[in-house]
């Protein structure tokens, strides 16, 4: 009933997810357009789990050695992020330095294979105290600052490795529910557990605040440029993996407003994977295909729609931690942050704030015409916004 309501392609491809991950049936005889199903994989970030069994299908000599080159490649990055993990452990263990992965490899360990999990860069999280010295150390190690700007983490880089150092938590609400979060998250520290993964170890969080980190995390690009698969695949094998879930988590979300998103994400992982329904599980089957359709067409933090992006500026704010505002008002709102970031100045001489409204839509512009940008559909995309905010707003996250 469900899955008529997903595209073929997107329905083959949770199908083929599904087969690999919970080993669930799959007609493997039927008619794939396989070409379809693996441009799909890719914008969900999802080509390894989902063609890991690709001997077993009928696919032509072409698209089968993309694809075995694709699952080398993963592997190989993969393996690689696996040491940079290593490296980072032995860094703060030989400084005597409190951290935790974020994400990653955290979220592998749930993997019955955990090297199908398509890997990105090294998230870790340390105490704010410890900000200056851990930098000193990663800049003694060779690593340099990239200069971005961002509320909780500093990106540094030494050669082909990608360090997100995390000094607060990602995902965090506006003040009305900031403290109830961080009051919460109190015992996150004391609570880090040290795995051993294909030989190398690292630092990850209890079961708890995994899960809750990955919730922070996912609503945060949610209501922004996207999540896709890859993240709904997280939480599905996190899920399958803690046996009282209910009793870990329900309280405690319930105090800071997450409790109605998890139980929804762990329906729509059902409805897309064929998982058994749990008790715990939304019963609200319309809301939970909506989520999950919403997570298929933003791909894999907005590979799959290069309107998403813009369309958040009508639904969130610029640091987005809330979707309180009416969308017109948000976007002025939105922009008006997003100036003030690009231009400190502007908190100074409110002139700049005009200026930036007339030079960064004009910089877009000049970006559309040499195609370094996708054209804007402004039509399209105020209509979707009105949908999507409509959506995230029935959720209820941090509520």
């Known amino acids: 009933m469900h899955k008529n309501q997903l595209t073929k392609e997107q329905d083959i491809l949770c199908k083929m997810i599904s087969n690999v991950m919970f080993q669930t049936k799959f007609d493997k005889n039927q008619f794939i ?25 009928q696919i032509d000599d072409l698209l089968k050695n993309k694809i075995f080159s694709n699952l080398i490649s993963q592997a190989d990055l993969t393996a690689r992020n696996y040491s940079y993990h290593a490296y980072l452990h032995s860094i703060m263990k030989k400084h005597h330095v409190e ?10 360990h749930y993997y019955p294979q955990p090297m199908i999990r398509q890997m990105g860069d090294v998230d870790f ?8 010295r851990v930098e000193t150390i990663l800049k003694q190690e060779g690593f340099h600052r990239l200069d971005q700007k961002n509320c909780c983490h500093k990106v540094y880089i030494k050669e082909d490795m990608y360090f997100e150092m995390h000094f607060d938590f990602p995902g965090l609400p506006d003040q009305k529910q900031e403290s109830a979060v961080r009051e919460v998250l109190s015992n996150f520290f004391n609570e880090t557990q040290e795995i051993i993964e294909d ?16 919730l922070m995390h996912t609503q945060k690009h949610l209501i922004s440029e ?20 209910e009793q870990l988590f329900k309280d405690r979300l319930q105090k800071i407003g997450l409790w109605k998103y998890a139980i929804l994400l762990s329906k729509a992982c059902s409805i897309a994977f064929d998982l058994p329904v749990q008790s715990y599980m ?38 987005r931690k809330n979707i309180r505002n009416k969308r017109l008002v948000q976007f002025i709102r939105t922009m008006n942050s997003m100036i003030k970031d690009k231009w400190p100045q502007a908190q100074k001489f409110p002139i700049l704030i005009i200026i930036g409204w007339i030079y960064f839509p004009c910089r877009r512009i000049k970006k559309i015409c040499t195609q370094e940008k996708a054209p804007i559909h402004l039509k399209q995309v105020f209509s979707e916004s009105k949908d999507r905010k409509e959506l995230y707003e029935k959720i209820e996250i941090y509520k």
Request: one cysteine or more.
């Open 199 to 214: 030989g190398f170890t690292c630092v990850v969080p209890s079961d708890f605040y995994h899960g809750l980190v990955m």
């Open 33 to 57: 357009d396989f070409d379809k199903v693996y441009e799909c994989a890719k914008k969900q970030a999802v080509i390894t789990p989902a063609f890991l069994n690709s001997n077993e299908y």
């Open 226 to 245: 996207g999540i896709g698969l890859r993240h709904l695949c997280d939480w599905a094998v996190f899920i399958q993996s803690v046996d009282n879930f």
């Open 282 to 319: 939304s019963k609200d089957d319309d809301l939970a295909l909506m989520l999950l359709r919403d997570i298929l067409d933003g791909g894999n933090f907005g590979a799959n729609n290069d309107q998403r992006y813009v369309e958040s500026f009508f639904i969130t704010d610029y640091e």
């Open 99 to 108: 951290y935790c992965v974020l994400k990653g490899v955290a979220s592998a």
């Open 125 to 132: 999280i340390i105490k704010p105290e410890d900000t200056n």
